[in-house]
């Protein structure tokens, strides 16, 4: 057989070891401060992704004359270049500009060298003497005079026909021609400058700028004229030519003549880059036409054509889409350390003065997310149907939006001071949603204000209704006392938003009233309305404890009915310390018997219990009652109050019993073994709960109840209650007690008050049931 107790000590050891090395994890689990932090920073994270602006990182794609699949609308202002007018505006900017020609003065000197290089090499190479070779049939002499000739043709830079050289073979290259050509060259040159483009009407009209390529300096020329084309060079040529007199034979200066023209190259070229540049130049200097798109115009409607216009708002529109993802990168990070910063500023005051509890701060967390969307959603429908009523102001429909919704929970589900707090944070978040508008900040911090404090007192469903027409009215005043701060005032326009406003007060009420069973079931938290349906005493629960305990089922009403007069006479919460009491003991029906107020005959279930087990019994109503509260979803607050109500005391019969018992073990128990685990009482009306269980149970001893011994016991039990230290943390005062003190006097006289003797009538049993001589009504 395998041995069990080996095996479970084997298992405790592993799980030990898995918990010491998964230390880090258990500590963060467990630290308080950790967790708050972490619920912050994420609310922080969350705020801001809600409260950055939309990007798009896949842009749909329009074509001129597609249909549109659906409305787009413009989410923001933005400009859309008007290319028409934008090109227009560069076309005025460069008519003026001049375009610009490259001069080159050195052009004939490098045909003149050139030239007379080519003569120098025909006369050593001795083609002079080919005039009969070159029609010679010979193989030979042909390939060597059509090499003679490329080389005359490769050093010049010009082809000659067979006839021209062959001219000038017969010349022999005479220098004369040379000198002839050469003469015609530089007179060419001389007199003037030769291009060959043609100028445009709007170059004559505005003249050129020449650009001298060896030293770089311009001049502005206005008149063209002066400026010759390379044909009227060819006629000028041709003119001299036949005044050249070295040029005397018809046949050399005909040759003399082409080799002119085809040496003349224009000194003067147009200089693109240089003009276009000077253009773009200009260009960058002209401010580009603007039109603006505004918020919530309709760029496209579905089933419509997509035209040019369309496009334009379209490129524009997403191309600033584009360049939001860098800059929604810095708003994203700048909304979430300002909404940290905010948090911290608010959350450090509010920690001490309000006991915010884990629980707590998740809670309001969750509402601030909820408060954000309800608006977003609120400003998304406004925008949707804004063009369906284009009769009514724009603004008519943001007021209808609720933003008190979250105050308003708060308020109800915790306290209206952490809802105060909470109204400030969310007003500063909600005006980021609207561009920083002062106003909007005013309407809903007044709002959510007005409606946190009057919620408190519901004590109905139906009175979530009353409060959103008390917020709807306050809303309207809102509005008016706003719109008279901007001057802002028209007739029809300021009620229609007047009525706007009662609207959101009355949607806040409703949307409220739908969430606070949500809230209630999630987070434990307990309203005036449960406590209310819970102070029922049909439920279930009692009428169990009539039956199985009715002497703890009267304890309860007695001590509810001296708790909630308490209550009221201190300023505490006088239902819930009502209702508290009533369930503050119903753990004890899980072992009725062993409490005084069930046994019945005589019989006492702790005679046969040691001291110690007997304590243990009745300090375990306590856990029992929690659990019981737990199991039917009475809440945290009652819970807490179930678990206090007798805080750390001591079960004083059993302790003093121990004490006396002949056995020396039970003699030496410590205190601690008759104490309640606590906690103590941490709020006023589980201190009252605690009063009132102690003082109720020890009135039962009273024998003769007299108004003065009820005070004087009423006293007794509250001093020693105070000198054991129970009420040390649930901030009640000298006065307070007093007070409480009175109210328990009261009850307790009502309850225990003296009855006029009035003379036994004369009754006889028959078959067990008590009848009166006058022939009366029975009663059992």
């Keep these: ?343 911290i500023i608010l959350y450090f005051p509010a920690k001490n003065w309000l006991k915010l509890t884990i629980s707590d701060l998740l809670f309001l967390s969750v509402i601030a997310i909820l408060q954000v969307l309800l608006v977003r959603a609120g400003i998304f429908v406004a925008e949707a149907v804004t063009d369906t009523f284009p009769f009514l102001p724009a603004e008519a429909f943001i007021y209808p939006i609720p933003f008190t919704v979250g105050a308003m929970l708060v308020s109800l589900l915790i306290n209206r001071n952490l809802a105060l707090v909470l109204s400030i944070f969310l007003s500063v978040i909600i005006t980021f949603l609207f561009d920083g508008k002062i106003g909007l900040f005013l309407f809903s911090f007044l709002g959510s204000v007005a409606a946190s404090y009057r919620i408190v007192d519901c004590r109905q469903r139906t009175a979530f209704f009353k409060v959103g027409a008390v917020l709807g009215i306050v809303n309207m005043a809102a509005i008016l006392f706003l719109r008279l701060l901007a001057d802002n005032i028209s007739g029809l326009d300021t009620l229609i938003v007047m009525l706007m406003g009662f609207a959101g007060g009355v949607v806040s009420g409703i949307l409220a009233a739908g969430l606070t069973p949500l809230f209630e079931a999630l987070f434990h938290y307990t309203t005036d309305i449960k406590l209310l349906e819970l102070a029922n005493l049909n439920q279930p629960i009692f009428q169990r404890m009539i039956i199985e305990a009715p002497g703890t089922y009267h304890h309860s009403v007695i001590v509810a009915s001296m708790v909630e007069a308490a209550a009221e006479a201190i300023k505490a919460n006088s239902l819930l310390a009502k209702v508290s009491a009533y369930y503050h003991d119903i753990g004890k029906m899980k072992k009725p018997q062993y409490f005084i107020e069930n046994q019945q005959n005589g019989e006492n279930k702790h005679d046969k219990l040691s001291p110690k087990m007997s304590s243990l019994v009745i300090i375990s109503h306590v856990k029992d009652g929690c659990d019981l509260a737990n199991k039917i979803k009475l809440g945290s607050q009652i819970t807490n109050i179930i678990r206090e109500h007798h805080g750390t005391s001591m079960v004083s019969y059993f302790y003093e019993k121990a004490k006396k018992d002949k056995d020396p073990s039970i003699r030496s128990l410590p205190e601690s073994d008759f104490r309640y685990p606590g906690p103590k009482p941490q709020i006023r009306e589980a201190g009252l709960v605690l009063l009132g269980d102690i003082v109720e149970a020890s009135s039962r001893s009273l024998s003769n109840p007299t108004p003065s011994r009820i005070k004087t016991l009423v006293r007794e039990r509250i001093d020693r209650v105070f000198s054991d230290g129970q009420l040390d943390e649930c901030e009640l005062t000298f006065h307070d007690l007093n007070k409480i003190a009175e109210s328990f006097n009261l009850i307790l006289n009502g309850i225990f008050h003296h009855r006029i003797d009035y003379p036994e009538p004369a009754i006889r049993e028959l078959n067990g049931i008590k009848k009166e001589n006058n022939g009366g009504s029975f009663s059992s």
């Design 1 to 343: 057989m395998f041995n069990t107790g080996l095996i479970k000590g084997n298992a405790s050891v592993i799980i030990k070891k898995i918990k010491d090395k998964s230390a880090p994890i258990f500590r963060f689990a467990g630290n308080p401060q950790l967790q708050k932090g972490t619920i912050l920073f994420s609310l922080s994270i969350i705020l801001a992704i809600l409260l950055t602006p939309q990007t798009h990182f896949k842009y749909p794609e329009y074509k001129v004359g597609a249909i549109a699949t659906s409305n787009i609308k413009a989410d923001r202002d933005f400009l859309v270049e008007k290319r028409s007018a934008t090109d227009q505006k560069r076309m005025e900017a460069i008519k003026d500009i001049q375009s610009v020609y490259d001069y080159d003065s050195e052009v004939a000197s490098p045909i003149q060298v050139n030239l007379t290089n080519a003569f120098l090499l025909m006369k050593e190479s001795g083609a002079e003497q080919g005039k009969l070779a070159i029609t010679n049939t010979s193989k030979d002499t042909k390939n060597h005079l059509q090499q003679v000739k490329k080389a005359f043709e490769n050093t010049i830079g010009i082809t000659l026909s067979p006839d021209e050289f062959n001219t000038l073979c017969q010349s022999k290259f005479s220098p004369s021609i040379l000198a002839g050509i050469t003469k015609l060259i530089a007179a060419a040159y001389n007199e003037g400058i030769i291009t060959n483009v043609t100028f445009l009407q709007q170059e004559k009209d505005r003249g050129i700028i020449i650009r001298d390529v060896k030293n770089q300096s311009e001049k502005e020329v206005k008149d063209l004229s002066q400026i010759r084309h390379i044909k009227d060079v060819e006629i000028s040529l041709k003119n001299m030519a036949g005044k050249t007199a070295a040029l005397d034979k018809a046949e050399i200066r005909k040759v003399a003549f082409s080799l002119s023209v085809k040496l003349i190259h224009p000194n003067l070229a147009y200089n693109k880059n240089a003009t276009e540049l000077r253009k773009q130049e200009a260009i960058k200097d002209v401010e580009p036409v603007f039109f603006k798109v505004q918020k919530n115009e309709m760029l496209v409607r579905e089933g419509e054509q997509i035209t040019s216009a369309v496009v334009d708002k379209m490129d524009a529109y997403y191309k600033m889409e584009g360049e939001k993802r860098l800059s929604g990168f810095f708003v994203f990070t700048g909304a979430f350390f300002t909404i940290a910063f905010l948090a």
